[in-house]
Each structure stands twice: as structure tokens, then as C-alpha cells.
């Protein structure tokens, strides 16, 4: 075996144990508590251990959310929910704020470089968060069973979006439609790669505005990071570059994700000792999560996180079907 | 030293400039709150002991149990722990609006009308977020 075979492989295994361990724990609290509560209202569990849970939790998530290419809300929501003792409500209104604060926290950056393109955004994040205030109220309306089971069939869809998605870092647009034309969404960037400004424009302008109401839809409802939706549609039906899209994504989610929180908080689902470790902890991981990079093997990571996510996509669906609960 | 590199738009500057200074002051007050929260400094409107039995329930059932509030209510409630850390969750949550107020006299200055709609659309769109106003019925 190749020796670099051998240390991506020791790598993986050392993570997955990592994962599984802490995965391992959550879970035997979680059961304890259940027990817990089954026989008397209050808990043996001390209520400080949970924050600490998901502090130690989100931290290594923030750093795996960085390395697979993912978003924290999109990995927080199902594994969260499948494996912590926490409604679903609070959890979806924590996974908001989770993603909603590192897309706060990247912006400015990416704004400032001219990455993430203001022009591009506004009119999608307009369609994006009124769709989003929508699918909130509708995920807080819904029996939880039914939103457990559509967002464990959602993140299996993730999951074979992250397959099956290709990217295109320069896409052609032969001919900017008329309605981006009319925005005027279009723009330049430095290329550090190959030391060019790239020019770019987009198309398909109102095909990808109905998409967004579908994805703010889906934000809204599961509470998720809506990246793994935004990227695609951006870059590969509209034909941004792939850094305008990844960039833009990561604005668009600090706005729709806004109108998506407010009715979460506004409906009293804010649980301050769930959601400032949590925060905290994704955002001090994936400060870690882009030292590390330098040096790391994405490609391995990010074949963990899609067998991550399916994995806590399919607890979400049986939960909700109350197959394994 | 010239920078050739291509600029943003002042409003685009504009935006990121209060968007990191409301994001970053938004986590401050969040860990600040949060740890005179957890020290117990100040009384709680839900005990610490007792959230671990009730963060099982639907956010509707959470709030019929406890009494805590919903909507803007924790504003009047400041003066205990927990309703302390919606400070910093607002200012989050609030930072974008504050954002777009800001470009929307940029884009008049620059006459740029359509931006200028979206932006105040955007505004309409988050303040009925905020505001309380939409609520969802609960199971």
C-alpha cells in the first residue's frame, strides 16, 4: 500500500472513531435522560454537561464542516436532532442561528474581495427569505414526525447532491438573459489562482429565482444551511464562476436565513443554552477547520461527511417514521 | 503602491463594513450575556434543572409549561439570565436589516431605482419577520 494511501487511511479512521465516539456519547446521555425522565420529572445529568456536549460537538463540526466543503446548519440539524435529547424546534431554530452566524462572520470578507456580489444576491435573497418566513412557519405548524421524516429524505437528497453535483469554475454564458441584464448583475474579480481578473455574467435569471423559493423554503422549514442548494443554482444553472458562487451563498444565507430566525424567535424556539455553545463552537472549529486545511486531505473528509450525513439523514427519516427512535 | 485589483461598489462596501462590526459586536454580547447567564448571577425565567426535562417539548408546549415568552416579551425580562443572551441573538438577527437601510441612500444617490426597490423590499420583508406579526399554529 502507498504511504500516502496509508496515512489518508489513518486519517479517516482516526476521525470516524473521533465522530463515533462523540456521537457514542451523545447518545448514551440522550437514552440515560429518556430513562431519566421516564421514571421522575427531573434529570440525573447535570444541566451543564448538554452546553458542554454541544460546545465539544459543534467545535469538531466546525472543523469537519470546513474540510468536507459543507455548511455547519446542514450537518447541525440531522445529527442534532438524531442524536441529542433536544425538539426538533430548538434544534432547527439553533441550526439557523449556527449557520446564520458563520455566514455573518465570513461576509464582510467575502464582500469586501468582491467575491460574494451584492448585485447577484439581493434579488435572490429577496425571493429567498420571504420563501424562507414561509417554510419556518410551516416546519413550526407541522407535526414534528412529518418534518423528521422530510428532512431525513431531504438530507439523503443532500447527500446525493454532494455525489452527483459537478462544479464548473468558469461556466460560459454565451448571452446574459434579459432580466440579469436589466439587474445589471454581473461583475470582476482577481483570479489569485491565475493572477486574472475574471469577467463574468449569468443567465437563466428567472428559472433560478423560482428555484429559490424552493430552497428558502427548505431553509426555513429544517433550519438548514441552504449552501448545498444555493451553489448549484448559481453556478451551474446561472453560470456565476464558482468562487462568485460559493461567496454569494454564504452572503445569501446571512439574509435568508434572518427572515427565517426571527420566526423562530418570535415563536419563543430560542434556547440561549443550546444556541451560544453551539455558535461558539462552530465558529472557533472552523477557524481551526481552515488551518487545517492547508495541509489536510479534503477529498477523505469529505467522503466522511457525505457518509456523516446519510447516515443521520436516515436516523432523521426513521425517527420520524418511529421506526428507530 | 497601486492596487489594480478590481474594487466592490461602494455599497457593497458599505454593506460589509456594517455587517462585520454588527456581526462581531452581535458574538460579543452573545458570549458576554451568556456567561453571566451561566454564572448565575442574575434569576432565570426557566431554571437551569428544569430546562432538561422541557427542551423535549414543541416550542409551543415549551412556552405554555414555562411562561417564558414569545415574540419581543424577553425585552421586558432583562433583568433575568437567560433573557439576557436575546440581546446579542436580536442584534444577529438584526444586523441585516441594518445593512440594507444602510445602502438605500447609496442607491438613490445613484439613482439606481431597481436596487433601490429590492433593498426597501427587503426591509418590508425582514421587519414582518421580525415584528412578530406572522405566527404558525402549533400542534
Redesign the interface.
Given at each position: 500500500m502507498l504511504p500516502g494511501t496509508l496515512k489518508i487511511l489513518k486519517t479517516f479512521v482516526a476521525v470516524m472513531v473521533f465522530l463515533t465516539l462523540i456521537l457514542g456519547v451523545a447518545t448514551a446521555f440522550a437514552s440515560t435522560?429518556a430513562l431519566t425522565?421516564s421514571q421522575e420529572?427531573?434529570?440525573d445529568?447535570a444541566?451543564?454537561v448538554?452546553?458542554l456536549a454541544l460546545f465539544v460537538f459543534t467545535f469538531v463540526l466546525g472543523i469537519v464542516a470546513v474540510l468536507g466543503g459543507v455548511g455547519g446548519g446542514v450537518l447541525y440539524v440531522p445529527i442534532v436532532s438524531g442524536f441529542f435529547?433536544?425538539?426538533l424546534?430548538?434544534v432547527r431554530?439553533t441550526g439557523l442561528?449556527v449557520a446564520?452566524?458563520t455566514a455573518?462572520?465570513a461576509?464582510?470578507?467575502l464582500?469586501?474581495?468582491?467575491l460574494a456580489?451584492?448585485?447577484l444576491s439581493?434579488?435572490m435573497?429577496?425571493i429567498a427569505?420571504?420563501a424562507a418566513?414561509g417554510g419556518?412557519?410551516?416546519g413550526?405548524?407541522?407535526?414534528?414526525n412529518i418534518v423528521q421524516t422530510l428532512l431525513g429524505a431531504t438530507i439523503i437528497g443532500i447527500v446525493f447532491i454532494l455525489l452527483l453535483a459537478k462544479k464548473s469554475d468558469f461556466p460560459i454564458v454565451p448571452k446574459p438573459d434579459a432580466l440579469s441584464s436589466?439587474?445589471?448583475i454581473m461583475?470582476?474579480?482577481?483570479e489569485e489562482s491565475l493572477g486574472k481578473?475574471i469577467e463574468w455574467h449569468v443567465h437563466r435569471t428567472p428559472q433560478a429565482l423560482f428555484l429559490f423559493i424552493i430552497i428558502g423554503v427548505m431553509a426555513g422549514m429544517f433550519g438548514l444551511g441552504a449552501g448545498w442548494a444555493n451553489v448549484p443554482v448559481l453556478n451551474l444553472l446561472m453560470g456565476a464562476p464558482l468562487k462568485v458562487s460559493v461567496a454569494s451563498s454564504v452572503f445569501l444565507l446571512?439574509?435568508t436565513d434572518?427572515?427565517?430566525?426571527?420566526?423562530?424567535?418570535?415563536?419563543?424556539?430560542?434556547?440561549?443554552?443550546?444556541?451560544?455553545?453551539s455558535?461558539?463552537g462552530v465558529?472557533l472549529g472552523s477557524r481551526i477547520g481552515v488551518k487545517i486545511l492547508a495541509t489536510a486531505k479534503p477529498k477523505v473528509i469529505k467522503w466522511m461527511v457525505i457518509g456523516l450525513l446519510f447516515v443521520s439523514g436516515l436516523r432523521a427519516l426513521l425517527k420520524g417514521l418511529g421506526i428507530w427512535n | 503602491m497601486n492596487d489594480d485589483?478590481?474594487?466592490?461598489?461602494e455599497?457593497?462596501?458599505a454593506?460589509?463594513?456594517l455587517?462585520?462590526n454588527?456581526?462581531?459586536t452581535?458574538?460579543g454580547i452573545?458570549?458576554i450575556?451568556?456567561i453571566i447567564?451561566?454564572s448565575g448571577l442574575l434569576p432565570n425565567v426557566v431554571d437551569?434543572?428544569?430546562?432538561?426535562?422541557l427542551?423535549?417539548?414543541?416550542?409551543?408546549d415549551?412556552?405554555h409549561e414555562t411562561g417564558?415568552?414569545?415574540?419581543?416579551g424577553w425585552a421586558s425580562l432583562l433583568n433575568n439570565g437567560?433573557m439576557l443572551?436575546?440581546i446579542?441573538?436580536?442584534v444577529?438577527?438584526g444586523?441585516?436589516?441594518a445593512c440594507y437601510l444602510r445602502?438605500v441612500p447609496i442607491f438613490i444617490r445613484k439613482k439606481d431605482t431597481?436596487?433601490l426597490i429590492?433593498?426597501l423590499?427587503?426591509v418590508c420583508?425582514?421587519l414582518?419577520?421580525?415584528s412578530?406579526i406572522?405566527?404558525?399554529?402549533?400542534?
Open positions: 435522560e425522565l420529572p427531573t434529570s445529568v444541566w451543564w448538554w452546553p435529547p433536544f425538539h424546534d430548538f431554530a442561528l446564520l452566524s455573518l462572520a461576509g464582510p470578507g464582500l469586501k474581495r468582491n456580489s451584492l448585485r439581493m434579488p435573497a429577496l427569505s420571504a418566513i419556518a412557519m410551516i413550526l405548524a407541522l407535526p414534528t436589466a439587474l445589471g461583475g470582476i474579480y482577481r481578473d446571512s439574509i434572518t427572515a427565517a430566525a426571527w420566526v423562530f424567535i418570535n415563536k419563543g424556539a430560542v434556547l440561549p443554552l443550546m444556541v451560544v455553545p455558535v461558539i465558529m | 485589483k478590481p474594487k466592490a461598489s455599497e457593497q462596501l454593506y460589509a463594513g455587517l462585520g454588527g456581526a462581531w452581535g458574538l452573545l458570549v450575556t451568556f447567564y451561566v437551569f434543572n428544569k430546562l432538561q426535562s427542551w423535549k417539548l414543541r416550542a409551543a415549551y412556552i417564558a415568552p414569545v415574540g419581543w437567560d443572551n436575546f446579542g441573538v436580536a444577529l438577527a444586523v441585516t436589516m445602502v431597481t436596487y429590492i433593498a423590499l427587503e420583508v425582514l414582518l419577520a421580525a412578530g406572522l405566527t404558525a399554529g402549533g400542534h
